[in-house]
Every structure is written in structure tokens, then in C-alpha cells.
């Protein structure tokens, strides 16, 4: 495996008043390509801000981004805007889909921004929403979708220009424990065909599909756990007298 | 006995029917311990045995008995205790805070990661195994205490946090 993105003492620091508070006080974290990694911690443990610097939406107060050999935490507005539309892609809790557009062109929308035909687009977004089970809601606008659908649109969307790093702000955060059972199933199918995802939550189901679950607390990572392939399952049977 | 309570059936058919119900999540159903179960039955008389006419292993089919259908419906009755007040992680964390044997955050991070791997386990086993439903419940079940076990050791924690800055 190969490195794909580093954090080197990822520091950010908000003014406040009087004192300034570190929302991230120096985070190392190093995710290899293809992996799964799960962030883990209470709200107001700094995952947003965590994920906000890897994804250059926001500047560190200190420390460095690298992505894939290259420093990009110091790069233009610019620079970075193109970044995330080519080499990343998202998934938010509140889904955050386009309302004046179809589902299909919400799928498309990345494609075009990468500098996709739009008949090619088309078929790519098409393809995808079918592999996700819901091509027949392509034309469909996404308020008419259930949440769930509404976040495999958004899977849909995020994966669309196979990005080297899917980032997941509490992807299953609004949604009921079935829809996240099958939203976290297409995580753990794209994660099977190679996708990396780095993935915020509060869902220890989720975090349990990963193979890594660091913890964060007070801005600082706690524990940085590798999990096992699986352990083979035995319930216990007691023939009760029934 | 509620397997009977539909009719009879001899022991390997009750077998079959509850590998039928638990899939392969179980481990190999012991025939051995069904055939005990079924002979203790019997003697405690709550189900009859009944000799296969041209069998001569000695292979019987059973039923219930009135009195092991009053049984089953007793069992049935009664609702299984809610409260839990026996947890194997807490002697260890109570026996770790007054003693001072092991730091209590260390203990609480290995059960956390127990827990996870657990959850892992689960979600795996119900990918890879072939199950049916009844075990997907099961299974559902099971991840939902082990998300609770997961809430209590924040809470945990967070008390040990605000006990030791108090």
C-alpha cells in the first residue's frame, strides 16, 4: 500500500474572544490507499475540523496536508477547488443534493465540473444510480426521494469520478437503521473494489466496517485502532427445553 | 418442545429444522445433545417417544404431552427479566478503580475496541454466512447491545473525566 494522504501536526486554533481555542491541537494521521479509516469521538472532538483541512475547506493555524506527495494545504483557493472536484468526493449527513436539478444530473454535475462530455456524463450517472438500485429515480427530482435514497444519490455522486478519497461527514447520521444498513453496505462495496474512505461518525456500526477507528478527543487523536479482518461468528445455542 | 407443538417429529427432523431457522451462524448442531434433551423430556414427561414400527435403531417419533404443552405455555407466559445488573466489564472496572490494578481508561479503551471488533464480527458473519431471517434478528439484536455497551463506555468515561477534575 501506498501512502495516499498525511496530516503532520494539524493544528487549528479559532479566536474567541480572549482566549483562542484549538479546535485541533496537533493531529497526525496517515491513511493509506484503499483503506477504510472510521473518525470516532464526541461532538466537539474536532472530526468537522479534521475533515474540513484534509479537505481544503478550511486552512490549518499550523502543521501540513500532504496528498499524495504534494503539500496542498497552502494552495489557492483556486487550486484547491479543482482539487476537490477531481480528487475528492463527499457525502454529508444532510445529503446536500441539488433541489433544482434531477437526481441524474446531481450524478452528472461532478462529471461536467471534471470536464466530462455530457452525453458520456449521462451514461456514467445512469450506470452508477442503476449499480446503486435507484435508476429508475434518474429523472426524478431529489426532494421526491426517500433519505435513504437521497444519500446513495449523494454515494452516487461522490464516487462518480472515481476520486482517490471519499470523505463522509456522518453519512448514516439521518437516517433510519435500515436505510443506514444499506447506505453502509455501498460504503463497504466501494471500499471492496479499492475506493479509500475516511468516514466521521457516530454510528459504531459504521465505524466497525473500517479497518482503522481513530479517536479523536479535545482535538487530539486518542486511539488509533486496527481491526481485524473478522472474527468467525458462533452464537451460542442452549437447547432451552422449547 | 414449541418445534413439537406443531405435530411430531423425530430428532434428526427437529435437527434440520433449526439449522432451517439459524443457518450456519450456529456452530454444527451436536445430534447428541438434541437426543438428551428429547430423552430428558421424556422422563421429566412433557413430550412421548414413540418407536418407529420398521425402525430398529431405535429411532422414535415424538410429541407433545398435555403436561408439556401447559410447560411451553408457562414459559411462553412469562416475560424475560429486563433489568441487567451483571456485566463482566464493570467488576473488572470497579475491581480496577478501587485497587488501583489497571489504569481505568486503558480498560475501557481494550473493551471499546472488543466491542468494535464484535460489531465487525456481526456484520460480517451476516454477509458471508447464509442466514435466514430469524437469525438476522438475532443478530440485529445483538448489534443494538453492543451499541448501547458502546454508549455506556463514553459515559463511563465521561464520568471518570469530571471525577477527576472535580
Not at chain 1, 438500485?133 to 469520478?161: M, T, Y
Request: aromatic content about 4%.
Amino acid at each position: 500500500m501506498s501512502v495516499l494522504l498525511e496530516a503532520r501536526g494539524l493544528t487549528r486554533t479559532y479566536d474567541s474572544g480572549a482566549a483562542p481555542v484549538p479546535a485541533l491541537a496537533g493531529v497526525d494521521l496517515t491513511i493509506e490507499r484503499g483503506e477504510f479509516v472510521a473518525v470516532m469521538g464526541p461532538s466537539g472532538c474536532g472530526k468537522s475540523t479534521l475533515l474540513n483541512l484534509l479537505a481544503g475547506l478550511d486552512r490549518p493555524s499550523a502543521g501540513e496536508v500532504w496528498l499524495d506527495g504534494s503539500r496542498v494545504d497552502r494552495l489557492s483557493e483556486t487550486a484547491l477547488a479543482r482539487l476537490r472536484r477531481r480528487r475528492l468526493g463527499f457525502v454529508f449527513q444532510f445529503f446536500n443534493l441539488l433541489p433544482m436539478l434531477t437526481v441524474s444530473e446531481n450524478v452528472e454535475l461532478p462529471l461536467l465540473l471534471a470536464g466530462k462530455r455530457r452525453r458520456p456524463a449521462r451514461r456514467t450517472a445512469r450506470r452508477m444510480l442503476e449499480e446503486l438500485g435507484i435508476g429508475d429515480k434518474a429523472d426524478a427530482a431529489p426532494g421526491q426521494l426517500s433519505g435513504g435514497q437521497q444519500q446513495r444519490v449523494a454515494l452516487a455522486r461522490a464516487l462518480a469520478n472515481q476520486p482517490d478519497l471519499v470523505i463522509g461527514d456522518e453519512p448514516t447520521g439521518n437516517l433510519d437503521s435500515a436505510s443506514a444498513g444499506e447506505v453502509l453496505g455501498l460504503l463497504r462495496t466501494a471500499h471492496a473494489r479499492g475506493q479509500t474512505l475516511l468516514v466521521a461518525t457516530h454510528d459504531a456500526r459504521v465505524a466497525a466496517a473500517a479497518d482503522r477507528v481513530v479517536t479523536l478527543r479535545d482535538g487530539r487523536v486518542t486511539r488509533d485502532r486496527h481491526l481485524e479482518a473478522s472474527r468467525p461468528v458462533t452464537l451460542p445455542f442452549d437447547p432451552d427445553p422449547a | 418442545m414449541a418445534l413439537l407443538s406443531g405435530g411430531s417429529g423425530h430428532g434428526y427432523e427437529l435437527k434440520q429444522a433449526i439449522e432451517h431457522e439459524f443457518g450456519a451462524l450456529l456452530p454444527e448442531l451436536n445430534s447428541g445433545q438434541i437426543y438428551s434433551t428429547l430423552a430428558r423430556l421424556e422422563r421429566d414427561g412433557l413430550v412421548e417417544g414413540e418407536a418407529v414400527a420398521d425402525d430398529n435403531r431405535g429411532k422414535k417419533v415424538y410429541r407433545l404431552t398435555e403436561r408439556g404443552r401447559e410447560v411451553l405455555r408457562d414459559w411462553l407466559g412469562v416475560p424475560v427479566p429486563g433489568a441487567r445488573l451483571k456485566d463482566g466489564f464493570f467488576v473488572k472496572f470497579v475491581v480496577a478503580t478501587s485497587v488501583g490494578l489497571a489504569d481505568p481508561t486503558d480498560l475501557i479503551e481494550r473493551q471499546r475496541d472488543e466491542y468494535l471488533q464484535s460489531l465487525r464480527d456481526l456484520d460480517a458473519g451476516l454477509a458471508s454466512a447464509p442466514h435466514g431471517p430469524t437469525a438476522e434478528l438475532l443478530v440485529e439484536g445483538a448489534v443494538l447491545h453492543l451499541k448501547a455497551d458502546l454508549e455506556w463506555l463514553d459515559l463511563i468515561e465521561e464520568r471518570l473525566a469530571v471525577g477527576r477534575s472535580a
